[in-house]
């Protein structure tokens, strides 16, 4: 049993998730949480519904940055951001997540919040160098996306925050990213591995999902690629560098040793798109 809220205010938020603590969760879109109190993972005596909550669902465009707000569908996010090539790395990332009929429900917010280490959002929000605004009673705070998760269904937000927004560093237009998983079945199952690699002039990020606890930055491939450039060569040896960087456990979607060849090949693939993309 539980008790449902319409919290009509991000202070109602805090103050109902200060005042219940670990007996209250927020609910976006529940695609997660509905199925983990299905399965008895998860017995909350307080639902916080976050969509009731006006403002929560809109995208703002600022000059210096573009805030998502935490009921947004991913549905929608895409929608919107897919006018502006750049976020592209997001855009893929969301549409690999399940369904449409899921996408439609789902909130970016709830995606990262989650902190699955296979999330697909993740590795594409840190590349892009994303901050995570979090809500509390004593006022909001700025949290780097690549801090946000500490370890499988963890993450930095305390008793009584909840996030509010996703925030994007407005870029250089000419900025290119790609995003790249693969599942055991095409769509509706969680990522087996997934890369996320993006360009800015003449830097480069990758990052690595559902091969670690937490998404993994491979810096070393990002050094090489910033000292050489971005070609065929250089997307081999960044790619072997991104499978020794991974830390996969074997699980019911693959084997440990399947992860590390399958992340590598994976980041090969996205760097060969995203030269493609930046030659475009
Ligand atoms: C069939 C199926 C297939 C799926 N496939 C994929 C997939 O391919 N890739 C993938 O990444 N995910 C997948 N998912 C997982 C899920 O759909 C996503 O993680 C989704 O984005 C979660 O968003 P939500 O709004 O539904 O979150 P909810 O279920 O509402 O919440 C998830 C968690 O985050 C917390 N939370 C939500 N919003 C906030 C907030 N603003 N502040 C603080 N805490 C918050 C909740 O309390 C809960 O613990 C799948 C799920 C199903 C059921």
Do not use: W
């Not at 250089?172 to 199952?189: C, E, I, T």
Request: hydrophobic share 45%; glycine share 8%; proline share 4%.
């Amino acid at each position: 049993m539980f008790e449902y809220h319409e919290p009509q205010s991000l202070a109602e938020v805090t103050s109902l998730l200060a005042a219940h603590g670990e007996t209250a969760r927020v609910l976006a879109g529940g695609t997660d949480l509905l199925v983990q109190m299905r399965k008895g993972r998860q017995q909350p005596h307080h639902l916080l519904n976050i969509k009731t909550v006006p403002g929560l669902d809109q995208i703002i465009v600022a000059e210096d940055c573009v805030e998502i707000g935490a009921a947004v569908t991913l549905y929608d996010a895409e929608k919107q951001l897919s006018a502006y090539q750049e976020y592209g790395v997001l855009c893929q990332a969301m549409h690999s997540v399940a369904s449409c009929q899921i996408r439609n429900r789902a909130t970016l917010a709830g995606n990262i919040c989650n902190a699955s280490p296979a999330a697909d959002t993740v590795p594409a929000l840190v590349v892009l160098g994303a901050n995570v605004k979090i809500h509390g009673t004593k006022g909001d705070r700025l949290v780097p996306m690549e801090r946000f998760i500490t370890g499988p269904g963890r993450t930095v937000l305390l008793i009584g925050e909840v996030v509010s927004a996703i925030v994007l560093p407005r870029l250089n237009g000419g900025s290119r990213g790609v995003y790249l998983r693969k599942a055991r079945r095409p769509s509706l199952d969680l990522a087996t591995a997934s890369v996320a690699a993006f360009a800015a002039g003449g830097s480069y990020r990758i990052a690595l999902g559902a091969v670690g606890p937490t998404v993994i930055r491979v810096r070393e491939a990002e050094r090489l690629l910033a000292a050489k450039g971005l070609t065929a060569a250089s997307a081999a040896e960044a790619a072997r560098i991104a499978g020794l960087a991974a830390r996969p456990i074997s699980d019911v979607r693959s084997s440990e040793e399947y992860r590390r060849d399958l992340v590598a090949a994976l980041a090969e693939r996205a760097l060969l798109a995203l030269a493609e993309e930046v030659r475009a």
